[in-house]
T-cell receptor, first 113, second 109 residues
Framework: SQTIHQWPATLVQPVGSPLSLECTVE??????LYWYRQAAGRGLQLLFY??????ISSEVPQNLSASRPQDRQFILSSKKLLLSDSGFYLC????????????FGPGTRLTVT | DAKTTQPNSMESNEEEPVHLPCNHS???????IHWYRQLPSQGPEYVIH???SNVNNRMASLAIAEDRKSSTLILHRATLRDAAVYYC??????????FGTGTSLTVIP
């Protein structure tokens, strides 16, 4: 069966510090991968999606970036965090031919202080 | 792009049916309607999807209006574990879709 992992579960970082969140998927090949962010009291915002290694689309301009060095690994990064980067970060995957059925990881709660 | 409209919040008594409405008046004829839910402090989980006919699965039923401009997610017997935010997802072209703020369902014991 398929499993999606995210770490860390919680993170407190000062403004201006770098960020690296990792997501890995097991039990499937060639998935679509997604990064979402949910700010407190708001809906989910799609940040990045990827259809393959080194194939990444950005949905919103920001100080975040994403990389996909391996088929089942998706990394969210920032060189300098802003207060507005605080939120609940979720990684998700879907089968390439069925993008509407996405499977989400447990999420990382990031607080920028 | 098609958009959806949902009430911000609803309440239901435990063991009673819940009908969660969604308006999607700009949906096209070939767009599926998808529902997800998000339990507190967890990622969203897929609930159900449909095109024209009503759909049933182990989690819920989806009733789609004949003109497809609205749909209703039906939980036949609400339990405390069904307390969550329910998202009616607007379809988009491409590989991604967007979650709005959804309907926050409170289940009263």
């Amino acid at each position: 069966s398929q499993t999606i992992h995210q770490w860390p579960a919680t993170l407190v970082q000062p403004v201006g510090s770098p960020l690296s969140l990792e997501c890995t998927v097991e039990g499937t090949s060639n998935p679509n991968l997604y990064w979402y962010r949910q700010a407190a009291g708001r809906g989910l915002q799609l940040l990045f999606y990827s259809i393959g290694i080194d194939q990444i689309s950005s949905e919103v301009p920001q100080n975040l970036s994403a990389s996909r060095p391996q088929d089942r690994q998706f990394i969210l990064s920032s060189k300098k965090l802003l207060l507005s980067d605080s939120g609940f970060y979720l990684c998700a995957w879907s089968v390439r031919r069925d993008v509407y059925e996405q499977y989400f990881g447990p999420g990382t709660r990031l607080t920028v202080t | 792009d098609a958009k959806t409209t949902q009430p911000n919040s609803m309440e239901s008594n435990e063991e009673e049916p819940v009908h969660l409405p969604c308006n999607h008046s700009t949906i096209s004829g070939t767009d599926y309607i998808h529902w997800y839910r998000q339990l507190p402090s967890q990622g969203p989980e897929y609930v159900i999807h449909g095109l024209t006919s009503n759909v049933n699965n182990r989690m819920a039923s989806l009733a789609i209006a004949e003109d497809r401009k609205s749909s209703t997610l039906i939980l036949h017997r609400a339990t405390l574990r069904d307390a969550a935010v329910y998202y009616c997802i607007p379809p988009l072209t491409g590989n991604q879709f967007y979650f709005g703020t959804g309907t926050s369902l409170t289940v009263i014991p």
